[in-house]
């Protein structure tokens, strides 16, 4: 079992698995500084100071749920840890509202796809991932407006405890 941490293991399958070109991810870091590829990351998003880049992925950590699944010698557990996944598009200089619009459907299509056919390939332990839910929190009566939505997820895996 990997030692990461389940939001680090999702944000690493979301990073390694992106393959649409608008936006695209650059493929020399997940934390770019080039404001037209999409920035990877785990840290709380602060909306100031301004950023270069335009496009963000948070993956947080939530809380975890412990059920016994097998007690004796061993104890096993099944986790179900809830994740949040933050999806920015901020426009402003050089990015209309209309195309941010189409770039954050086209990362939520994509979060999702990776999300629904690749879920079981996360690593640390992580045999299934779950959408439970998505919230558009946009903001769109600030200057610059802000489009953001959140996705709740959760990881099922397994533990054994001696």
Known sequence: MSSLESCVAVKNLLYANWSIGSPAK???TEATNNSERVWFGNRWFAYAPP??????IVVRGGRAAYRPWQLGGTAKYEVQES????VWVLPGTGLSIETAHDRM???LDEV???LNSLGDTAGS?????????KRDVSRLDRNPPQLYYQIEVTAILYEGIS
């Open 83 to 86: 994740l949040m996944i933050h």
């Open 112 to 114: 999702k796809r990776i």
């Open 105 to 107: 459907k086209a990362m």
């Open 125 to 133: 332990g992580i045999q299934q991932l779950i959408l439970t839910n």
């Open 26 to 28: 650059d493929s020399a």
């Open 51 to 56: 950023r270069t880049h335009s496009h963000h």
